[in-house]
Each structure stands twice: as C-alpha cells, then as structure tokens.
C-alpha cells in the first residue's frame, strides 16, 4: 500500500513560483498533493504533443479552488468538494489558490510532463 500526506517530508517535492506538488509512486500509479497559489491556463505547455493536449488519464478531488477541463467536446468546471475524472486529451486552467490531490498512470503522465518541462523551460529563457 501506498500513502501520501500533504505535508509527505519524504515525498518527491516539486516547487515553483505558484506552484507546489508533492508526489508518491506505486504500481504504476502516481499520487499527488498539488497547489497553485497563482492558477492559470496551462494549455500553452502542451505544445508540442498529440493535439497539443494532456495524454494522460487522471482521477481527482478539488480541495480548494476550481479546476477547469478544457476539451475537444467543451469546458469542464470542477469546483471544491468535487471528484473528478479525465481521459487524455485535455487541458487545464486553474483558479489561484486551487488545491487537489490527483492521481495518474505514471507513465503516461511521465511522457506528459517531460514536454510540459520543456515549454516551460523555454518559456522561462
């Protein structure tokens, strides 16, 4: 069994400006504390993937905040207190302040980051 708390000292901890993720792995499967105190529409930094959209499946809960879901079909609003699911082939935009735990095949989200990684390294130069 795996756990993560969102306080995990001994999670891998990922930080930027407006942003803080903690994340634990297990059979295939990555758990996540995240928090973006300053939101915003994060469809840019998937550039560069099939459709410029998000290929990985996630499974969540909005602590605090909105989550919004933009897909081909139409906008998904996730407000807190709320569960959600989504299959590949989306992009998020988050209220400021917003908070969720999520969880994803690591792979796919692995493949998935690497690009986001490099907007945002490019986007930063």
Request: contains cysteine; negative net charge.
């Amino acid at each position: 069994m795996a756990k993560l708390s969102k306080d995990d000292e001994t999670a891998r901890v990922e930080r930027m400006t407006g942003y803080e993720g903690r994340y634990r792995e297990a059979d295939g499967y990555t758990i996540a504390f995240e928090k973006f105190e300053e939101g915003g529409d994060f469809t840019p930094f998937y550039q560069g993937l099939p459709d410029d959209l998000c290929q990985s499946h996630h499974w969540g809960y909005v602590v605090r905040g909105r989550l919004i879901m933009h897909t081909p079909a139409g906008d998904e609003i996730v407000e807190a207190g709320e569960a959600y699911y989504t299959a590949p082939g989306h992009t998020d935009e988050l209220d400021p302040g917003t908070e969720l735990v999520e969880f994803s095949p690591t792979d796919e989200l692995a493949r998935t980051l690497a690009v986001v990684a490099q907007n945002l390294a490019s986007d930063a130069s």
